[in-house]
């Protein structure tokens, strides 16, 4: 048995004019919880530190910046990692991560046992749009705020498992999945700003959301037989609702714990990675059964082509 005790830290909502060191000071309280319930690993939602900043047209890149860590840790995020380190857990967290070179990324780093980042991943698939959208009831503004991840889906030997971690939308695409089950991955780690409506359909529906995004993540951990955890940032924020739902699922796709609030609640699980054998070793035991000579389109192709 190759047991780690997970806890999922959903946020609830973070306001504009929250500063980090207060944020950080909530994610210190659910650390503690966590350590309390001898948790191994802490997962965090995308974009901790601050409010879900996309939903907002800006065009002073000052202003913009200001959302960004140009390093990490940082003045800020440096009593997460001490106390990360003095209590030997592992961490991940979402960021706006600005580079050097001053290029812009929807970022998550996961640290080991002794506070190193031992990984990072670059949000890939950016959803919403560049350009100020009249037609929306409300901006999501991902494509005018960050590139496309140049970094791939990798995954890390951590905790005695290999992990591997993507970021909000990106749990809805199978490709995910796959690029990290074609490397072993056991625990894969997401975090998301999901709004609680949809603006391009408002009468979709609150139940409807949260089922798509645990569609998902289950499907994602069964066809991968691997744990999947997702962790929401919800509640609402400035008056934009971001709905909940954080669940940790287990590599047959079922759901073994669940967040019942819009709040700052932590969900625990102690996730057997030996779990994952079965599945990669039977009906998703990739080198015996897929048949890449057919997949070529899922490389090749983009969007639809119907036959002429
Ligand atoms: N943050 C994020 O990726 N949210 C998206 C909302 C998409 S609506 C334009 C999600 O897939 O949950």
Redesign the pocket.
Known sequence: MREIVIGGAQMGPIQKAEPRTAVVERMLALLEQAVAEKCDLVVFP?LALTT?F?RWWMEDQAEIDAWFETEMPNAATQPLFDRARETGTAITFGYAEKTPEGRHFNTSILTDKQGAIIGKYRKVH???HSEYDTERAFQ?L?KKYFEPGDLGFPVWRNLDAWMGMC???D??WPEVYREMGLQGVELITLG????SV??QLSDEGLEKRLYH?ELSMTAGAYQNACWVVGVAKAGDEDGHPLMGGSIIVDPDGFVVARAQTEGDELIVHACDMDACNFGKTTIFDFARHRRIEHYSRITSQTGVVTPE
Do not use: D
């Open positions: 995308e879900f996309p950016l959803p919403g999501h991902e970021i909000c939308n749990r809805r998301y700003n999901t709004p949809n603006s995004s």
